[in-house]
């Protein structure tokens, strides 16, 4: 069989997880490479790191560009948990360190060929939209986690670390409607760490706010608020 030819058993329903370091363009555009490289590296190393504390059983990841990915072999709740430690742990990883980053977790089917870096699916296509679609530095669950895992033995509103929030909160309202993007969304709440009784995920957000362009100060100001609000219940 021709190594290139359609496997069926390729597309099935998954986990899938898409990360996108934001003004990563900015950054190569505006420094020398030599400045570049250090800092993606960093962040490969992060990943490496992170994935390495996880059963990886079944759970793939990959990176090319300022783009990174974590998708699992099946939709089993095990796989789900899996995904969304990497993910999560990556995503806060990269914040505690100063690197912005927005990303999200879908279900649905996704066709991959790893060794050749193939992905193609409405998993993905979903995790692009809702990520891409993001206004502030956010991590969340989209509605198709939710509908997956509402009859399961952990519901998204009973999970220590997420808090559902509204369309209109944290997505570009121009994006809404052109994606179409209905149905609850859940985010990470940043509610899981304290450092010398503070929120050590605050002060990251308020020191990239001050580096931040005039434009982009907004969305980490509704970030911000969103972890004080759900940092301060959980303490």
């Known amino acids: 069989m021709d190594s290139d ?10 986990w899938f997880c898409y990360l996108d370091l934001l003004g990563f363009t900015a950054l190569v555009n505006d420094n020398n490479i030599s400045h570049v490289i250090p800092i993606y590296q960093g962040v ?21 560009s300022d783009t990174f990915i974590i998708y699992s072999k099946s939709d089993s709740e095990k796989d789900f948990a899996s995904v969304e430690s990497i993910g999560r742990r990556f995503f806060q990883e990269l914040i505690l360190n ?4 927005r990303g999200s977790i879908t279900h649905g089917s996704l066709y991959s060929q790893s060794l050749k870096n193939i992905f193609v699916g409405p998993a993905l296509i979903d995790a692009y939209h ?18 997956r895992l509402k009859a399961s033995s952990i519901p998204l509103h009973e999970r220590a670390h997420y808090r559902e929030v509204a369309h209109t909160d944290i997505m570009k ?3 809404i409607t052109k ?11 940043f509610n899981n760490a304290t450092l010398n009784g503070k929120n050590p995920y605050v002060d990251a957000l308020q020191q ?16 911000i608020k969103f972890a004080n609000r759900y940092w301060r219940r959980h303490q």
Do not use: C
């Open 208 to 223: 990239m706010k001050m580096l931040a362009p005039e434009k982009d100060k907004p969305k980490y100001e509704k970030t």
């Open 179 to 189: 994606k179409n993007l209905v149905g609850p969304i859940h985010a990470f709440a």
């Open 130 to 147: 809702y990520a891409e679609s993001q206004n502030w530095i956010g991590f969340i669950l989209t509605p198709s986690v939710f509908n």
């Open 173 to 175: 309202s121009e994006e």
């Open 98 to 101: 100063k690197i912005p980053v």
């Open 5 to 14: 030819e359609f496997k069926p058993l390729r597309y099935r329903k998954r």
């Open 44 to 64: 490969l190393k992060k990943l490496s790191a992170t994935a390495e504390t996880v059963p990886m059983k079944g759970i793939t990841y990959t990176w090319f």
